[in-house]
């Protein structure tokens, strides 16, 4: 981090000259397991890690933000909080602040400028939320300007509808919710109805190793809106209010068939696998995790259909060497919405290495060279800097 806070330090004093009043931050999530539930109102089990996104600001004695994106070649943005926002006419990041702002606005706030300056860590195009976490630290900066800390539920779904008004992804909540709220040492395991979360312990000893593909997800809002689209035709069909109240007993005596009858099928038993993950990570049963994990990844394969070829391999890459390595104890699969992104593995700690070189050894990204691999740890939610 000593590497972001010099970054940003540097970008901030260039862009705008001087140092800031103060600086935020919003970690990445990757989801352990609950893939595609959360918009279905189902049960997530995500928790924060240590890549994030931060940003340095400086109140105005105006009504003028201006943003500089470090990451971005220092591009900047300005626009006036005290007029409509539209959209940036290149979109990109600029159109993620600028959402998170306008949804802020529309919601009734009256904000003050401010000077942002952004910079972050999360592989882009990785499915760890790099979006969300700016969305979410947005939202923290402009309100520290007003002196103010946010409700991290709130915030997470005012970023969530930024998402999905602004930007157009009608993504659920959880990762604005684990960007916002995540517990250090723990899963979160949210009820993305109730909005309720639970941190679940990860027992010391389990190691959380995220391995990126190398496959980057491009444009996806149109596979991702069309899967929540069968989804609530399913729903629809079955006569529920979302796939949260469907059973597969419902699934089977209303005689689905397709595609639908396979997406519902993923939410039905991806909830149950939920439920079972957290209660298996609290009694720090990896095997059960393990198995959990290989079914969820199965079920996106085969039902859900989000997986990519190269992603598969890597999972099961990723599953064979914990099952021989670390005797089974553990297991992997896609994390995220898919098309290509990260698989996420629990593994012993004491397997880390072991199965790291295996993985390094046997699987090549499409570019031809080794994997990215981030051994996580699970770290609190978005809030102050000191
Ligand atoms: C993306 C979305 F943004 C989340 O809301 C979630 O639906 C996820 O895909 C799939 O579980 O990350």
Redesign the pocket.
């Known amino acids: 981090m000593t590497d972001l806070a010099a970054r940003l330090s540097a970008g901030f004093a260039a862009a705008f000259d001087g140092s800031p009043d103060g600086v935020v931050r919003a970690p990445g999530r990757v ?1 352990i397991i ?6 279905n109102d189902g049960f ?1 089990l995500p928790c924060a890690i240590p890549v994030e996104t931060r940003i340095a600001w400086r109140a105005r004695p105006d009504t003028t933000v201006r943003v500089v994106a470090i990451e971005f070649a220092n591009e900047q943005d300005e626009f006036d909080v005290a007029q409509p926002i539209e959209h940036a006419p290149d979109g990109g990041w600029r159109d993620y602040v600028r959402a998170m702002i306008a949804t802020l606005v529309k919601e009734g706030r009256t904000l003050r400028g401010a000077d942002l300056a952004i910079v972050g860590d999360i592989p882009r195009g990785a ?1 760890l ?1 790099s979006s ?1 976490s700016l969305e979410v630290a947005v939202g923290h900066a402009m309100l520290a300007v007003l002196g103010e800390t946010p409700d991290a539920t709130k915030i997470a779904v005012q970023a969530q509808t930024a ?1 999905n008004d602004f930007v157009g ?1 009608k ?5 604005q919710l684990a960007s916002a709220a995540s517990v250090a040492d723990a899963a979160l395991l949210i009820d993305c109805r109730s909005l309720d979360t639970r941190a679940i312990p990860i027992p010391a000893g389990t190691a959380i190793v995220i391995i990126h593909s190398g496959v980057v997800r491009g444009l996806v809002e149109g596979h ?1 809106n069309r899967r929540r689209a069968e989804c609530e035709e399913a729903a629809r069909i079955l006569g529920v209010p979302k796939l949260r109240d469907a059973t597969l007993d419902m699934i089977a005596a209303a005689g689905l068939t397709g595609d639908v009858l396979a997406r519902a099928r993923h939410v039905v038993t991806e909830d149950d696998r939920v439920i079972a993950a957290a209660e298996a990570l609290a009694s720090d049963d990896l095997r059960t995790m393990g198995r959990l994990m290989a079914d969820s990844h199965a079920s996106m394969r085969d039902d859900f259909q989000v997986t990519v070829p190269k992603v598969d391999e890597l999972a099961a890459t990723a599953h064979d060497l914990i099952a021989t390595l670390c005797d089974g104890q553990g297991g992997a699969r896609m994390t ?3 098309f290509g992104g990260a698989v996420v593995a629990l593994m012993p700690e004491s397997g880390v290495e072991a199965v790291t070189a295996g993985i390094r050894e046997r699987y090549r990204t499409p570019a031809g060279e080794a994997p990215e691999i981030m051994v996580a740890r699970a770290v609190a939610g978005a809030g102050n800097v000191d």
């Open positions: 989801n609950g893939e595609h539930t959360d918009y997530v499915g939320s969300a998402e992804m993504c659920g909540v959880m990762d991702y995220g919405g898919g």
